[in-house]
């Protein structure tokens, strides 16, 4: 498989060309074409930067440049679902293997056998679960704001307030009414997300909000990038009545854990007495930033990415 700069003639890109910090490709990856955004030398060290919800590609707009400067090759892609990429129906189409298969595909897309792999939310799970599953594709790992799949179990059966924090995975089981709720008032509930975690005044500008907008406004978007939730949930009951529980899952890759404290959803707990499933981790925790840590923190969340990668 090989990236292609070729392109639908009905696609206008969320970014203009010319505010993007790296070439609009097209990747089709493990039966999926994936619209991506690369940068940086085309020999250089693979790293992939994974979003989460409701983001795109273009959550990594300030870290892009700076990773491509430092001589990696960088592909931030729209997960399935989001924004250009292709959006297959049914809720088991965004079933973690699928995922994980993702991502394997972009590493092989890239003429590369691993990669660095970067999350962050939804992205930093794919990406945790990449390292479980597909250990012989991910090189280092860092995640931002996305606990370990067991720490995360962990906390749910034990702490009473991370399981109430949890309340939207729940609601979004319901059909129809989470998509008419987000589309709601020209996307209220996303602007709200994105203006009221911030301490960075202007960590989202209108720019940016209404680009958000416009990539979770695309037609089959909303059901696709909820389906996500849907699907993890269902699979996570099946493995509790299963084998009860995700179990114990090892990381061996070398892995940064960067962590916005004032997270609403997640708790500060869950980057706690994680040597027992990753016997490489660091574990950065930024005091007053929010769970949008990469544009509320910029600088040093680039810093800290560049000074894991390159150890």
């Known amino acids: 498989m090989e990236p292609s700069n070729e392109r639908d003639d009905a696609t206008d890109w969320t970014v203009p ?5 790296g070439t609009h ?3 089709d990856a493990d039966g999926v074409r994936l619209h991506t955004v690369t940068a940086g030398p085309e020999d250089g060290p693979l ?7 409701p983001e795109f ?11 491509a400067a430092a001589g990696y090759r960088v592909v931030a892609p729209d997960l399935r679902g989001y924004n250009c990429s292709e959006k297959p129906s049914g809720v088991d189409s965004y079933h973690l293997d699928e995922l994980i298969g993702d991502v394997a595909a972009l590493v092989a897309a890239f003429d590369r056998e691993r990669a ?8 930093g799970l794919i ?4 390292a479980i599953d597909r250990p012989d594709v991910v090189d280092r790992l860092a995640v931002l704001n996305a606990p370990h799949p067991s720490a995360y179990e962990r906390a749910l059966r034990t702490s009473p ?3 109430l924090r949890s309340w939207y995975v729940a609601v979004v089981q319901l059909p129809l009414v989470p998509e008419a709720a987000m589309r709601a008032r020209d996307f209220a509930l996303l602007e709200r997300l994105l203006r009221t975690g911030p301490v960075r005044p202007d960590a989202f500008t209108d720019t940016d909000v209404a680009r958000y907008k416009r990539a979770l406004g695309r037609p089959g978007t909303l059901t696709a990038v909820l389906n996500y939730y849907r699907s993890i949930a269902r699979r996570n009951a099946r493995l509790t009545l299963t084998r009860g529980g995700v179990g114990d899952l090892p990381v061996d890759a070398p892995t ?3 962590w916005g404290e004032r997270d609403d959803a997640l708790s500060v707990s869950l980057t706690e007495g994680l040597d027992r499933w990753v016997s490489d981790c660091r574990v950065e925790r930024l005091p007053g930033v929010s769970h949008w840590v990469q544009a509320d923190a910029p600088e040093r969340v680039t810093h800290l990415l560049l000074s894991h990668l390159s150890p």
């Open 116 to 123: 660095h792999v970067v999350g962050h939310d939804w992205g």
């Open 256 to 258: 940064l854990l960067v």
């Open 25 to 27: 490709d097209w990747v």
């Open 47 to 53: 790293v992939l930067l994974l979003h989460g919800f």
């Open 127 to 130: 990406a945790w679960q990449a």
């Open 161 to 163: 307030t991370q399981a």
């Open 57 to 67: 590609w273009y959550a990594w707009r300030h870290q892009l440049p700076d990773l």
């Open 17 to 21: 060309a010319a505010d993007t910090p």
